[in-house]
């Protein structure tokens, strides 16, 4: 099974900061397409219609998800004054305990980056239900 993950993106400006938002995670491109002509019309979307951005993923054990939701597994890093940070999505997962064994994995092949007293790194693991939109109030530039 595949998901496709959406997620808005706008750059920054001397008055505004650049932001990533995920919108949530959809069963197929239709519904994406759905998903995003909506958040064209909200408040903060509507100023940068460009910005999305979809992500396809296999869900890993998908027979476990039942086909209404799905955890996806993610590494933050960033250096201590916010000039870099980076997510990286390692995968789709169809039940929490694989996406944190994921998590786990990843983190035991990277301990150097781990220790380095330069970068921060966090994980986490997040349950979306398939086919619902986040987001969906718009957002502000305050």
Known sequence: MNIYHLVHFHGGTEEVDGSQKSL???SS???VAKAKKFYKTLSGF???P???CVFEYD???ESDCNYTSIYLSEIYIRDKLYDFEQTICLGAFGSH???EQCI???LKQNKQLKKSCDIIMD???TKYTLDKMGWQEGFDFD
């Open 97 to 99: 305990a694989m996406a």
């Open 104 to 106: 786990s994995k990843f």
């Open 24 to 26: 949530g995670c959809f």
């Open 29 to 31: 491109l239709d519904v």
């Open 59 to 61: 869900v890993k054990g």
């Open 50 to 52: 460009y910005g999305f």
């Open 46 to 48: 509507c100023l940068y």
């Open 123 to 125: 994980s986490f693991t």
